[in-house]
């Protein structure tokens, strides 16, 4: 890695006397700007995480970060002194980004309105691998080029203090940047339409307004993870839990045709109140096939949601799979899930059934037109191209389920499906997902457990009440 004698030297010491000289205590209008800035920036951080954040200034927006430990670099020594004031329990470094040394891997970490400071905005984001795991979560932001005649402005009143020279960089020459330097982008959002606190008129602004009006926000964040590579790493093991409700006819398929995939695949069967023989069928299966890792157990509750909750309560492998017991999704395809979680391009797959030709009966067309409009809600309700929300197959790390489970809290126990559940808790914990097409078969025995309107009903309610908690907060 480079030291400081390889990047503009002159830019970083005259941004370094810039702030040895500039007031250590904001006007309201800053204050106010960082007030909100660390709502945003608690919603993206659990109170539990380590954070470090780059630029950090008089921490004033650490201040307002809820996390359990809390570091700060700056250039001014003067600024890092006001900060360890106003931050007690906080700790911090006089360092520049670009060639920054703490020893500590951190959760998050922090760069906000500091990369239009930067000398060299690449070495800054390559150098956070040295404080990052694999699971660290880099969250930027940084002022829309739109805004830019209105800060003019706001500085010329006198309601904005005076900036050194600084770079104006787009949201796609961040995510490029980022790209550089071996961080992949999950997802990246505008907020704050009115930056600065009127009587509380903020508030009903920047939560009902902002989310629909997005362009025009004056703030741009993007979360990125670290780019993995995971072929040395020793191939996880995995679980797949196969929810079955009247599903008598699918279950020995359904051990014949499930790959064994990684260290070890088990299978685990929820049996879901069926009157069908689904049951013995499963009693039946697991002793005929003892070569084979089957676990048997009957939900104590209702629906998929609980039975895939049972499943993975009972799971020992390192990567968590669904397969519904229809096989409309064929269990030939779980090797591709598996492999996007192993080679670690993302954390979190979900099946895609509305790309590849499907059989002529799989789908009914109002069905398609409702998978399709719910894939076009969530993508704009979690920020990352999500297609088809209501296939059943969706595979994750057991890691990060335990972390979605132990955050449920959030949402509450809304979602009678799984489905749901398991993608709000994805991305409330900013983790990358990742679309896996699949060929959608028709079903061969029984007949469909979902009803199409009282279920469709649920689901948009659902769909409203996590956009209060996503996106309109």
Same mark, same amino acid.
């Given at each position: ?18 702030? /040895? ?14 007030? $909100? ?15 470090? /954040? ?110 050194? $020279? ?37 508030? $009903? ?65 929820? /049996? ?8 013995? /069928? ?56 598996? %492999? ?19 059989? %002529? ?113």
């Amino acid at each position: 890695m480079s030291d400081l004698a390889d990047i503009p030297r002159q830019h970083i010491d005259s941004i370094r006397a810039f702030y /040895e000289a500039a007031p250590v205590t904001l006007n309201r209008a800053a204050q106010g700007y960082r007030y $909100l800035l660390a709502h945003y920036y608690n919603l993206l951080i659990p109170a539990n995480a380590s954070v470090l /954040e780059i630029g950090c200034g008089n921490g004033e927006l650490l201040a307002g970060i809820k996390a359990r430990r809390k570091v700060g670099v700056d250039l001014s020594a003067r600024q890092i002194d006001a900060a360890k004031i106003k931050v007690p329990d906080g700790e911090f470094h006089v360092q520049a980004g670009e060639t920054l040394t703490l020893d500590e891997r951190f959760d998050y970490i922090i760069v906000s309105d500091t990369l239009n400071l930067a000398a060299d905005v690449q070495q800054l984001l390559a150098r956070l691998h040295g404080v990052s795991h694999e699971d660290t979560r880099l969250i930027v932001n940084f002022y829309s080029s739109l805004w830019r005649p209105l800060l003019a402005l706001a500085r010329w009143l006198g309601l904005r203090s005076n900036q050194p $020279l600084s770079s104006w960089l787009s949201r796609a020459d961040v995510v490029n940047l980022m790209q550089l330097a071996d961080w992949q982008p999950i997802f990246s959002q505008s907020r704050l339409l009115l930056p600065v606190r009127m009587l509380g008129l903020e508030a $009903l602004v920047n939560r009902w307004l902002a989310p629909l009006l997005q362009w025009f926000c004056l703030t741009v964040f993007v979360v990125a993870r670290p780019k993995l590579d995971r072929s040395a790493q020793t191939p996880p093991t995995v679980s797949v839990v196969i929810p079955a409700r009247n599903e008598a006819g699918n279950i020995e398929a359904a051990v014949l045709r499930t790959p064994q995939m990684g260290a070890g695949t088990e299978l685990i069967f929820v /049996e879901g109140n069926s009157t069908d023989h689904t049951w013995a /069928e499963i009693q039946r299966v697991k002793a005929a096939y003892p070569d084979h890792a089957i676990k048997i157990m009957q939900q104590p509750g209702k629906g998929k949601g609980d039975a895939v909750r049972t499943g993975y309560a009972a799971a020992t492998g390192d990567i968590l799979m669904i397969l519904d017991a229809d096989l409309t999704m064929p269990p030939e395809e779980l090797p591709k899930f598996y %492999e996007v979680l192993a080679s670690g391009r993302a954390e979190f797959a979900n099946g895609c059934r509305l790309v590849y030709p499907m059989d %002529e009966e799989a789908m009914q067309f109002l069905n398609l037109c409702a998978n399709k409009t719910f894939g076009l809600i969530f993508t704009w309700l979690l920020g990352q191209p999500v297609k088809d929300t209501l296939c059943g197959t969706k595979v994750l790390s057991r890691v990060h389920y335990d972390r979605i489970a132990a955050n449920r809290t959030y949402f509450g126990n809304f979602d009678p499906f799984g489905d749901f559940d398991l993608l709000f808790g994805a991305a409330k914990l900013n983790l990358k997902i990742a679309d896996v097409p699949i060929r959608y078969k028709e079903r061969t025995y029984g007949s469909t457990n979902i009803h199409r309107w009282s279920h469709g009903w649920l689901l948009l309610r659902m769909v409203l009440f996590a956009a209060r908690k996503l996106k309109f907060v």
